[in-house]
């Protein structure tokens, strides 16, 4: 094998570090299969990105981007849950905010429940983790999703 090829391997190895510490940190059933790129299903990692596309033109920093995708991968999750059991679920997550940004998280989730609808209504996916690495081409975001609907 070639120098070159070498460490290529090497590089995409270092590249997939974080996801796989990551994954072994989800405590996921042992017969669960990872496929890394199923043939004919959009990644849902370009999903993501572009259900949060009209968010994350605002981000300025790595810290600022990974919170903007936590909520939207919040609100894509309440967006799947069924709909008697969704605003409690809201409530609970509000919860989480300080009180002073509650009204703001509320519209916000509301936005993207509605956005995930209108776009991405055929998608039921649940996103199970993602994360961010700043590379020098920009932000890569690798995601962990059910392949199925649950």
Not at 26 to 45: T, Y
Not at 85 to 103: H, M, N, S, W
Not at 115 to 127: G, L, P, V
Request: charged letters at 30%; hydrophobic letters at 40%; one cysteine or more.
């Amino acid at each position: 094998m070639s120098r070159k090829r070498r460490l290529e391997r090497e590089k995409a190895r270092q590249g997939q570090a974080p996801v796989l510490e990551k994954l072994a940190s989800l405590n996921l059933p042992k017969n669960a299969k990872l496929i890394r790129e199923p043939v004919g299903v959009k990644k849902m990692s370009e999903v993501l990105l572009e259900f949060a596309d009209p968010y994350i033109e605002y981000w300025d920093d790595e810290d600022h981007l990974n919170k903007i995708l936590t909520l939207c991968v919040i609100g894509w999750g309440l967006a799947i849950m069924p709909i008697d059991q969704r605003g409690d679920l809201i409530e609970k997550t509000l919860k989480t905010l300080p009180e002073e940004a509650r009204a703001d998280g509320r519209a916000l989730f509301e936005m993207m429940i509605d956005r995930k609808e209108m776009y991405f209504a055929d998608n039921n996916r649940w996103i199970i983790s993602h994360t961010l690495t700043m590379t020098p081409k920009g932000p890569h975001v690798d995601v962990v999703s059910t392949l199925v609907p649950m």
